[in-house]
């Protein structure tokens, strides 16, 4: 079965600094990997996917993610991070089974950016 | 893209009352919709998914159940609510089309059962 693990519950980062949220994954076969976000009460945004293709996969908000196959990790990135940026984020992972698609979830890890 | 409508946004209901919410989908055709359950503002459960209209799988045993009564309409219910299925549920839709398809989320509706 496919799986993510987001190792971190909390990360903090000053404003202005680069951020990175961790993600790493287990999966048979070819992994379709996926970011989401969320803010308080609301519904998870999609942020970005890797699917084939380059290993630097740029996403919304200025988000991008680094898939790395060697480490089994696809770690979401921002050079500079902002205080709207603070919010909960998903790592995600596709299973594909009889034709019908789901994701797997990690965890999430909640990101607070300070002033 | 997709938009995903949910309602209400927020609902208090007693224990042992029933429930509806609603989630309809636009901007996509035969979708695969899911329904997901967060609590405690964290990780999220799939409870039920939907291939086509009338078919309904449920990914874990509960108090719950769900409906989709036309292509972009899936409906969660339960006759008799329990203080557990206080929560965050999210309604979320595949469209098809494509090898890889990306999923889209309603805005939730936060459930809370006394």
């Known amino acids: 079965a496919q799986s993510v693990a987001q190792p971190e519950d909390q990360v903090n980062v000053a404003e202005g600094n680069p951020l990175t949220v961790k993600c790493t994954y287990s999966?048979?076969?070819?992994?379709?990997l996926f970011w989401y976000v969320q803010y308080p009460n609301r519904g998870l945004q999609f942020l970005l996917k890797?699917?084939?293709?380059?290993?630097l996969v740029k996403g919304s908000y200025g988000f991008e993610a680094e898939f790395n196959k060697s480490q089994t990790s696809f770690h979401l990135k921002k050079p500079s991070a902002l205080v709207s940026d603070s919010a909960l984020y998903f790592c995600a992972v596709r299973e594909r089974f009889g034709g019908y698609n789901k994701l797997i979830f990690g965890a999430g890890t909640r990101l607070a950016v300070h002033p | 893209s997709q938009t995903i409508h949910q309602w209400p946004a927020t609902l208090v209901q007693p224990v042992g009352s029933p429930l509806s919410l609603e989630c309809t989908v636009e901007?996509?055709?035969?979708?695969?919709l899911y329904w997901y359950r967060q609590a405690a503002g964290r990780g999220l459960q799939l409870l039920f998914y939907s291939v086509g209209i009338g078919q309904i799988s449920s990914e874990v045993p509960q108090n719950l159940s769900a409906s989709r009564p036309q292509d972009r309409q899936f409906i969660l219910s339960s006759k008799k609510l329990l203080l557990s299925d206080s929560g965050f549920y999210l309604c979320a839709s595949l469209g098809r089309g494509g090898a890889i398809d990306t999923q889209y989320f309603g805005p939730g509706t936060r459930l809370t059962v006394l």
């Open positions: 890797y699917i084939t293709g380059d290993n």
């Open positions: 999966v048979s076969g070819n992994p379709y």
């Open positions: 901007g996509t055709s035969n979708p695969n």
